[in-house]
């Protein structure tokens, strides 16, 4: 039996800004003695409806070759497993911020022990509250040009406030071998990076253990089953088993659900 929690569990709350730019991967290391840093990994601008903001991410190559370094701008989204889906161009899609962005430079060599500084400017139209969103994309090819091996990721966030940060767990499942799947909704106007670990009882409310559960980016309106893998040396005998899922998305409150295991 899945039991769905009403109530919430207080937690600090943290204050988001309007756009954050989070980097997927700080370093990427490529064939031979390449190897490219970029920095920081976070980044976090203000922005408003018709407003135009300029941040800035450093490219350093840390190997002992020069790289050629292309830029580009895609759409994308989380399918209901975590997993990443890239779009075509020209899709039509309400929460892209492509059309907000401009990037510069967009090829250039980087020599071995180089910086170089991109420029990202957003310029937000008048849409409705909310997260919007795209993926910047470097590719390093050899010194000619011509030959590919290594790529980076970038995902680039546009939010508008009043941001909502609402999430609810909507299902459970357990297992035979107690590894557990939560179902979890955003039903809120913004991403939400949830972790979030399962807490087992017995019929006692004794705590047997607890385990973490992977973490996820879920986008709005979007459902996501996210997992919790239990210890390997994991055995419960026979009896009646609380599972309880506490998540943190982000908000003020915990979110939380319970699946109830009888083990024969």
């Given at each position: 039996m899945f039991i769905g929690f009403g109530s919430k569990?207080?937690?600090?709350?943290?204050?988001?800004?309007?756009?954050?730019?989070?980097?997927?991967?700080e370093t990427v290391c490529v064939e031979g003695a390449a190897k490219i840093r970029v920095t920081p990994t976070v980044q976090e601008i203000y922005v408003?409806?018709?407003?135009?903001?300029?941040?800035?991410?450093?490219?350093?190559?840390?190997?002992?070759?020069?790289?050629?370094?292309?830029?580009?701008?895609?759409?994308?989204m989380k399918d209901s497993d975590g997993e990443s889906i890239f779009m075509q161009p020209g899709t039509e899609y309400s929460r892209?911020?492509?059309?907000?962005?401009?990037v510069e430079p967009r090829n250039f060599y980087l020599a071995a022990g180089a910086q170089r500084v991109i420029r990202i400017t957003m310029?937000?139209?008048?849409?409705?509250?909310?997260?919007?969103w795209s993926m910047m994309v470097f590719e390093f090819f050899d010194r000619l040009g011509a030959r590919p091996f290594g790529r980076l990721a970038i995902g680039v966030y546009g939010l508008i406030e009043p941001l909502v940060k609402e999430a609810e767990v909507i299902d459970m499942k357990v297992s035979a071998g107690n590894e557990v799947?939560?179902?979890l909704k955003n039903t809120g106007n913004t991403h939400l990076r949830c972790t979030g670990e399962i807490i087992?009882?017995?019929?006692?409310?004794d705590e047997v253990t607890r385990?973490?559960?992977?973490?996820?980016?879920?986008?709005?309106?979007?459902?996501m089953r996210v997992k919790g893998n239990p210890p390997g040396d994991l055995s419960l005998t026979a009896g009646k088993y609380s599972f309880l899922s506490l998540i943190d998305?982000?908000?003020d409150f915990y979110i939380a659900g319970e699946k109830m295991v009888e083990v024969h």
């Open positions: 569990y207080r937690r600090q709350s943290i204050r988001w800004l309007c756009v954050v730019i989070l980097i997927l991967a408003k409806p018709g407003e135009s903001q300029t941040q800035s991410i450093t490219l350093t190559n840390q190997g002992e070759e020069d790289v050629y370094i292309q830029i580009s701008l895609v759409d994308w892209s911020n492509l059309s907000w962005l401009k310029e937000a139209p008048q849409l409705g509250a909310g997260s919007y799947e939560v179902t087992v009882t017995d019929g006692f409310g385990f973490p559960m992977d973490n996820a980016l879920i986008f709005p309106g979007m459902e998305y982000g908000g």
